[in-house]
């Protein structure tokens, strides 16, 4: 108002600032001012307020941490149950029975058509990705299932607190080394074994930081046997989803020549952020791919670096990891093993001047008559991984290359950790859109740490936007808390562990792939603990619930159905009516007031209050026809005199209606 009147503005506080606008044209540039403030106050509020939310979530995710931390420590030092009540017991999400279940709908559907899911809050339920019994390569599961039984606590005092069934809280869970999952609410699990927490991007983003992903697939027409493109693309496919908001990736293919798969939103001769976006139109571009020429090794690895090093602004200012599959010798460029070493020594000399830092290569050999001999030298000369794959072992290859990460996550120099961020993803449960805070445990007993497993809660999308919705600041703000790079020790002793590690079974015995370079033996670095024996009790059986479900409808959809097709279809009658009876009221109204509208428009005005003229004997006022118009400051030009302003008497109404009405009429259509 100040404004408009060309005012001085006084301040009202000592937090006001204090200005005068004298000359129209300074308007323009204090309202421009003013919405700038206004739009920053605006953002800083909305700003202030996801952090607060996030910061919520990130204590959940701490008492989290702390009972998985007690629950370890305990099971492994004291060998004492992680719980010793009599419930607590571990139900198997496949094939057990739920605890006083109830259907809600905050935490999805059934999928089958039900209303709603049924879940317990009562107790949390295991997921694994291989059967829970007593044979070698199962062992870890079992002890996993044990260890982690005293999560409950945590799990009941988080929902306490938010109150349960609650939107704000959705799921809790717990992911280990072995791929043990316990998730709470307890759910049922349509399809066994099919979940490996392992390969989620909540638990790589909480053990191997911020990373660069190069990903170099061969796709020479000898790839087209065996089904070896398909496999390879399932793989790639496996390692994109793995990529977080805080990583940077590219993909480059090579046959005869070498090319970056890119365009669009994807740069080309870079990096770009690993973006949901981004990783969609790489997954699209990967499944298009099809076998054809030769294979020019030479051409990968150059621009595999031309890539890392162009990328100035666009990476993660981090570790850097290149994933190379292959299935045959070199067969065009420059072929010779030695000068190809040669080449990426080079190479990753010009990428370690100008950023700091190394690239790891992870090597794979698909097929039984795939290169062994470069691969494996291509990794050995980057302090990498080399695997070898054959025909029948997709699950394998998926596994191996998905599990890269492992290298960071056990090479770690220190075991502290913060909680970390995702971004926004669509829950396979159902509930929504939503993103994960994880943090994770090692063991710190063990020189380098030992990563024992990751926590995480889920929070929902629609939470977040409540408080802010700006997509791209929901992420800027995610991003900043997620940023930490841990500081690796690379040992002679963790590489060659890493290096056995069977991917079938997760055993560490393939000693095929070790590089001839590392210790013969390697002494345990494990420290005692305070009390016990520092060894994890054998376990050969786990403590399961009793009571098994009939199917997966039965424990994941009781309850949330209606009784009977006749009641659903009465409800769907009922609410039918409802919404017809909403919309005839609103035509309803709507007529009423055009009508009402119309006949204010319509309505002869009054006329103004009657007085004898001063000449004329008292005589009784002649009989209105109409009530007197309101009075008028301005008479429009033509008006007939007896109107003009202050004159109350008039000498011929029937003369002067007419006219009166119709300029009356005139001026309110305009």
């Avoid at 009465?570 to 005839?584: C, E, F, K, N, P």
């Amino acid at each position: 108002v100040s404004v408009a009147r060309n005012e001085t503005l006084r301040p009202k506080s000592c937090c006001f600032l204090h200005f005068t606008l004298t000359m129209s044209n300074q308007r323009p540039l204090f309202l421009l001012a003013l919405l700038l403030v206004g739009s920053w106050t605006v953002v800083s509020a909305s700003k202030a307020a996801l952090n607060n939310l996030l910061q919520l979530k990130e204590q959940e995710v701490n008492r989290l941490f702390d009972q998985l931390n007690r629950s370890y420590y305990s099971f492994k030092c004291d060998q004492q149950p992680t719980c010793t009540d009599l419930s607590c017991c571990s139900t198997l999400a496949c094939s057990g029975s739920l605890s006083e279940s109830q259907c809600v709908d905050t935490f999805g559907g059934c999928r089958s058509g039900g209303n709603g899911r049924a879940v317990s809050f009562q107790t949390s339920t295991i997921f694994t990705t291989r059967a829970a019994q007593a044979t070698n390569e199962a062992i870890d599961v079992l002890r996993d299932i044990e260890m982690t039984g005293g999560m409950d606590t945590a799990f009941l005092s988080n929902a306490e607190t938010a109150g349960f069934g609650d939107s704000d809280l959705k799921w809790q869970y717990v992911g280990t080394t072995s791929g043990t999952w316990r998730i709470y609410p307890g759910l049922s699990q349509e399809t066994c074994y099919d979940y490996d927490p392992r390969l989620r991007p909540w638990y790589v983003a909480a053990t191997s930081g911020p990373k660069d992903v190069v990903l170099v697939i061969d796709r020479s027409a000898s790839m087209s046997a065996s089904s070896r493109m398909t496999l390879t693309i399932q793989a790639v496919l496996t390692v994109l989803e793995t990529l977080t908001l805080s990583d940077h990736v590219a993909v480059v293919v090579f046959d005869s020549t070498a090319d970056q798969l890119c365009g669009g939103v994807v740069p080309c001769g870079t990096l770009a952020p690993a973006t949901a976006e981004v990783v969609e139109y790489l997954k699209e571009e990967v499944e298009d791919l099809s076998p054809s020429g030769q294979t020019n090794v030479e051409q990968a690895i150059r621009l595999t670096y031309d890539i890392l090093i162009q990328s100035v602004e666009l990476n993660s200012n981090c570790h850097t990891a290149v994933l190379f599959l292959t299935d045959g010798e070199p067969t065009l460029g420059t072929t010779s093993q030695s000068s190809l070493i040669s080449i990426l020594n080079q190479q990753q000399s010009s990428f370690s001047t100008s950023r700091g830092r190394e690239a790891v290569w992870f090597t794979y050999s698909l097929g039984r008559t795939a290169s062994q001999s470069l691969p494996k030298a291509v990794a050995c000369a980057t302090d990498g991984i080399w695997a070898s794959i054959v025909e029948g072992q997709g699950a394998q290859l998926r596994v191996a290359m998905g599990s890269y990460y492992d290298y960071f996550a056990s090479l770690r120099a220190s075991g502290s950790t913060d909680v970390v961020w995702v971004e926004p993803y669509e829950d396979a449960n159902g509930a929504g859109q939503m993103t994960t805070a994880s943090r994770a445990l090692y063991d710190l007993t063990v020189t380098p740490p030992r990563l024992v497993g990751v926590v995480g809660v889920d929070l929902l999308m629609a939470d977040i936007v409540d408080v802010e919705p700006d997509y791209d600041l929901q992420l800027e703000i995610l991003k900043s808390r997620s940023f930490t790079c841990p500081t690796l020790a690379t040992t002679d002793c963790e590489l060659k562990a890493l290096r056995q590690i069977n991917y079938f079974d997760r055993s560490v015995t393939n000693t095929n792939s070790l590089c001839g370079t590392e210790p013969v033996s390697c002494t345990s670095q494990e420290v005692q603990c305070a009390t016990g024996a520092g060894q994890f009790p054998g376990v050969t059986e786990a403590t399961l619930c009793s009571g098994t479900r009939s199917s997966y409808e039965e424990e994941a959809c009781t309850g949330c159905f209606s009784s009977n097709s006749s009641s659903s279809n009465a409800s769907g009658v009922v609410i039918a009516v409802v919404v017809i009876l909403v919309l005839l009221l609103i035509v309803a109204g709507f007529v009423f007031y055009r009508r009402k509208q119309e006949s204010t428009q319509l309505a002869p005005p009054t006329a103004p209050a009657r007085a004898p003229a001063a000449s004329a004997p008292a005589a009784s006022a002649p009989p209105a026809p109409w009530s007197a118009p309101p009075a008028h400051n301005h008479v429009p030009t033509g008006y007939p005199a007896p109107y003009a302003p202050g004159t109350v008497a008039y000498t011929s109404p029937d003369d002067a209606l007419p006219s009166y009405n119709q300029a009356v009429l005139s001026s309110s259509q305009v």
